[in-house]
């Protein structure tokens, strides 16, 4: 019981450290451009990170809160990157053609993740399984 317990710890804490690495990193590739032709390549990592992540923490960890965990942590860090610092940084702008980037990554990002977090929660809770294993009754 112990050890299942803290594997689910384990499981949570990776899925946490990856998904606000994944949004970061999403985040600062913004601004990717390739001469004068915005490249929305943070765009597409949303959306296949968050389609990927969400299942593959629930897989490893069994369990649906550690599942959800990976799309609350990217929605934390990507509106963390809209508020502007203290110091006058801004990681995700709101004009121009980096701006229409930066909606499309925060709105597909949302929305590749609550899909996937609705097929987690949605899914049928498969009951543990009962007897000896042996594969018959004496």
């Keep these: 019981m112990i050890v299942r ?8 804490l990776l899925a946490v450290v990856a998904a ?14 390739a001469g004068a032709v915005p490249i929305p390549l943070s765009v597409l990592a949303a959306v296949a990170g968050n389609l990927l992540l969400v299942p593959l923490a629930h897989r490893l960890s069994g369990s649906r809160a550690v599942g959800v965990l990976p799309g ?5 860090v990507a509106l963390g990157a809209t508020v502007r610092r203290p110091e006058g940084d801004l990681v995700l702008v709101g004009s121009g053609v980096t701006g229409g980037v930066g909606l499309a990554f925060l709105v597909l ?6 899909f996937a977090v609705g097929r987690i929660l949605a899914a049928p809770v498969r009951p543990a399984p009962t007897g000896s294993g042996s594969g018959g009754a004496r």
Excluded: D, K, T, Y
């Design 109 to 114: 990002g949302v929305v590749a993740a609550a």
């Design 72 to 76: 609350v942590v990217w929605l934390v």
């Design 5 to 12: 317990i803290a594997a689910r710890i384990g499981w949570a």
């Design 20 to 33: 606000a690495w994944l949004a970061l990193v999403e985040a600062f590739w913004l601004p990717l451009r």
